[in-house]
């Protein structure tokens, strides 16, 4: 088990002399041998050895029977242990989520939390098993290429020693050393659908190949070198097609099927943190050869318009556009910071526009009868056929800060400044909103 361990973290470059480690203990098998393992090697590494132990308080006695075991294990192994105790099933209820997932989400919670107060490595016990149950489940629910990587080996500051070792090598390790650990009953229930794919699906699977977890690691690994090869080729397709305002579908429609399906991936993901499914892609990929608009989700909308894909939130998460207030010459606009040249006639920069409008004009959003002068053509139009030849997406226009008197506009957000309120220099920019 050792050298399986050992060779993992150097194929993976999980270690650095000198580093702290933070174990995640449950009192399992898994992370019971993890704890002893690095005990075993800290002086190899140098390491300083912590512990963590989060009490989800779901199982009563059970839960607490942990906690104690935990605790006693890591003085016979003089390690320190830090644990916390959270109501999880009083707060899933809470979140209106699953207590499992409420769980994950108070454990990593708590890690993260000792990462940044030691300066520490969470080393997290999931095994090859974990990555096959991983894999089988998201083949399951029908997963994109990035579901088939599995659980990857390391992630930022966490790290997973054993990921190569399957559940049969921690417990046969566990019997030659007389390693006790504890057993969570749910586990050994079918409840779960994880349970589920562990006693069932995955000893017919071992029948037909005893090394299957190990084939699964292999195989999840590959797909993480055609994940990571696809999101760099994605990325850089992206940055290609990017505009002011969103995606050039000509450009978008040129690339290979598989590209334009990761591009849409990332671009959901980074956007609205919303990781779109199949049917979802499919529809964007439409909207993008044909145009049209499509809800993806309750608060996101996907539009082709005009030859430019973009994303928008269908709710307006921006905030009431009222009254400024000037502070020097910044002024605080709703949810809108404005660096300006111009504020008011006792403004000393005031010659910087036309006398006519100085101490008239006001920040405000578009009205109906605006009307814009280009600075260079001196052509005078209505503002929204301005937005509109500007390509400016519709769902923002109404929300776009105006500078103006009665219908005259002499700047428009993400438009610039008219004729009106040209500066001394031509290249200068009047007003900036941060």
């Given at each position: 088990?050792?050298?399986?361990?050992?060779?993992?973290?150097?194929?993976?470059?999980?270690?650095?002399?000198?580093?702290?480690?933070?174990?995640?203990?449950?009192?399992?098998?898994?992370s019971?041998?993890?704890?002893?393992?690095?005990?075993?090697?800290?002086d190899?590494?140098?390491?300083?050895?912590?512990?963590a132990?989060?009490?989800?308080?779901?199982?009563?006695?059970?839960?607490?029977?942990?906690?104690?075991?935990?605790?006693?294990?890591?003085?016979?192994?003089?390690v320190?242990?830090?644990?916390?105790?959270?109501?999880?099933?009083?707060?899933?209820?809470?979140?209106?989520?699953s207590?499992?997932?409420?769980?994950?989400?108070?454990?990593?919670?708590?890690?993260?939390?000792?990462s940044?107060?030691?300066?520490?490595?969470?080393?997290?016990?999931?095994?090859?098993?974990?990555?096959?149950?991983?894999?089988?489940?998201?083949?399951?629910?029908?997963?994109?290429?990035?579901?088939?990587?599995?659980?990857?080996?390391?992630?930022?500051?966490?790290?997973?020693?054993?990921?190569?070792?399957?559940?049969?090598?921690?417990?046969?390790?566990?019997?030659n050393?007389?390693?006790?650990?504890?057993?969570?009953?749910?586990?050994?229930?079918?409840?779960?659908?994880?349970?589920?794919?562990?006693?069932?699906?995955?000893?017919?699977?071992?029948?037909?190949?005893?090394?299957?977890?190990?084939?699964?690691?292999?195989l999840?690994?590959?797909?993480?070198?055609?994940?990571?090869?696809m999101?760099?080729?994605?990325?850089?397709?992206?940055?290609?097609?990017?505009?002011?305002?969103?995606?050039?579908?000509?450009?978008?429609?040129?690339l290979?099927?598989a590209?334009?399906?990761?591009?849409?991936?990332?671009?959901?993901?980074?956007?609205?943190?919303?990781?779109?499914?199949?049917?979802?892609?499919d529809?964007m990929?439409?909207?993008?050869?044909?145009?049209?608009?499509?809800?993806?989700?309750?608060?996101?909308?996907?539009?082709?318009?005009?030859?430019?894909?973009?994303?928008?939130?269908?709710?307006?998460?921006?905030?009431?556009?009222?009254?400024?207030?000037?502070?020097?010459?910044?002024?605080?606009?709703?949810?809108?910071?404005?660096?300006?040249?111009?504020?008011?006639?006792?403004?000393?920069?005031?010659?910087?526009?036309?006398?006519?409008?100085?101490?008239?004009?006001?920040?405000?959003?578009?009205?109906?009868?605006?009307?814009?002068?280009?600075?260079?053509?001196?052509?005078?139009?209505?503002?929204?056929?301005?937005?509109?030849?500007m390509?400016?997406?519709?769902?923002?226009?109404?929300?776009?800060?105006?500078?103006?008197?009665d219908?005259?506009?002499?700047?428009?957000?993400?438009?610039?400044?008219?004729?009106?309120?040209?500066?001394?220099?031509?290249?200068?920019?009047?007003?900036?909103?941060?």
């Amino acid at each position: 088990m050792n050298n399986i361990v050992i060779s993992t973290i150097e194929k993976y470059s999980m270690l650095e002399i000198g580093d702290s480690i933070i174990v995640a203990l449950s009192g399992g098998a898994d992370s019971v041998s993890l704890l002893h393992i690095f005990v075993s090697i800290k002086d190899t590494y140098q390491l300083n050895v912590y512990a963590a132990h989060l009490n989800h308080n779901i199982r009563g006695q059970e839960a607490k029977r942990d906690e104690d075991y935990c605790r006693n294990i890591c003085e016979s192994l003089n390690v320190k242990l830090f644990i916390k105790s959270v109501d999880v099933p009083k707060l899933s209820k809470e979140q209106k989520i699953s207590e499992e997932l409420c769980g994950r989400n108070e454990r990593y919670k708590f890690f993260e939390e000792l990462s940044q107060s030691l300066n520490a490595k969470i080393a997290t016990a999931h095994t090859a098993s974990d990555n096959a149950e991983t894999l089988i489940f998201n083949l399951s629910r029908g997963s994109a290429l990035k579901g088939m990587t599995g659980i990857p080996p390391k992630r930022g500051n966490i790290i997973r020693p054993l990921i190569c070792a399957t559940r049969a090598d921690i417990e046969n390790y566990c019997k030659n050393r007389g390693i006790k650990f504890v057993t969570d009953s749910s586990n050994l229930s079918d409840d779960y659908t994880r349970n589920k794919i562990r006693h069932r699906i995955i000893p017919e699977l071992k029948s037909l190949n005893p090394q299957f977890e190990k084939a699964i690691c292999n195989l999840s690994e590959n797909f993480r070198e055609v994940s990571d090869f696809m999101n760099r080729e994605s990325e850089e397709a992206i940055d290609n097609c990017k505009l002011k305002f969103g995606y050039d579908c000509k450009k978008l429609i040129l690339l290979d099927r598989a590209v334009l399906k990761n591009c849409l991936v990332m671009m959901c993901r980074n956007f609205a943190d919303f990781i779109p499914e199949n049917k979802h892609i499919d529809l964007m990929i439409s909207i993008i050869e044909n145009g049209g608009s499509v809800n993806l989700n309750n608060s996101l909308l996907a539009i082709s318009k005009q030859g430019i894909f973009r994303l928008a939130l269908t709710e307006n998460n921006l905030c009431e556009i009222s009254d400024y207030l000037k502070i020097n010459n910044t002024l605080l606009f709703g949810n809108k910071i404005i660096n300006t040249v111009v504020i008011d006639a006792d403004n000393n920069n005031c010659n910087s526009i036309s006398s006519d409008y100085v101490g008239r004009a006001e920040f405000r959003t578009r009205r109906a009868g605006d009307k814009f002068t280009y600075r260079y053509r001196k052509v005078t139009k209505p503002l929204r056929k301005v937005l509109g030849e500007m390509k400016i997406p519709s769902e923002i226009r109404d929300n776009l800060l105006v500078l103006a008197v009665d219908s005259t506009v002499l700047w428009c957000e993400n438009v610039g400044v008219s004729a009106q309120a040209k500066n001394n220099s031509l290249d200068e920019i009047l007003i900036e909103v941060v």
